[in-house]
């Protein structure tokens, strides 16, 4: 595990479950449907049960870069802001602006329901092709930007399911915090 503290908030890393993570709120990487799919969305909508998918169902059509939130029925997590990342297509179609609205709207959603703890995947990196090194580059640098601002939240977490993952969020965030100290 790998931690920081911006303002007043701690910033860390680690790897593990999403879905096992206790926190005020744990993010899905949704698409514009908010219906379940593979990978981490899929993950959670099992996990969390049919709640979250019937709240994900009345709220509907959720445009890329934007957050919903719902309960998090039976999972740990209080509840999930479902982010929309870009699909990537080569990186000239705005996929790192749309990525870093998706933290940004989810860091929102949760300062905005008083939350004090929020927990992203790698948003975009699994069936959405986003190169993981250059995804990490903007899910940190966004992060840390919008917790230099006034913001409730005490901890903010990257839950990373792989080794890879984990160490280039690692090698990342440790570039970000020296060109930009925390």
């Known amino acids: 595990m790998r931690e920081t503290t911006v303002g007043t908030t701690r910033l860390r890393l680690v790897q593990g479950d999403i879905t096992r993570i206790a926190s005020d709120a744990i993010v899905n990487a949704a698409n514009e449907e908010l219906w379940p799919g593979?990978?981490?969305?899929?993950?959670?909508?099992?996990?969390?049960?049919?709640?979250?998918?019937?709240?994900?169902?009345?709220?509907?059509?959720?445009?890329?870069?934007?957050?919903?939130?719902?309960?998090?029925?039976?999972?740990?997590?209080?509840?999930?802001?479902?982010?929309?990342?870009?699909?990537?297509?080569?990186g000239s179609a705005g996929e790192p602006e749309l990525l870093a609205s998706a933290y940004r709207s989810s860091l929102r959603l949760a300062d905005e329901h008083g939350l004090k703890s929020i927990a992203f995947p790698s948003i975009s990196t699994g069936i959405y092709g986003y190169p993981?090194?250059?995804?990490?580059?903007?899910a940190i640098e966004t992060v840390i930007d919008y917790l230099r601002n006034e913001t409730g939240l005490a901890d903010v977490a990257f839950v990373l399911f792989s080794d890879g993952d984990l160490a280039t969020y690692e090698t990342v965030l440790d570039v970000v915090v020296q060109v930009f100290p925390a």
Not at 47 to 72: L, N, S
Not at 132 to 138: G, L, S
């Open 38 to 90: 593979g990978g981490v969305s899929g993950a959670i909508h099992r996990a969390g049960g049919m709640i979250i998918e019937d709240e994900c169902r009345r709220i509907g059509h959720t445009p890329t870069g934007q957050a919903a939130i719902t309960t998090g029925g039976r999972l740990p997590a209080r509840y999930v802001i479902h982010a929309v990342g870009p699909i990537w297509k080569g």
């Open 132 to 138: 993981i090194e250059p995804a990490a580059k903007v």
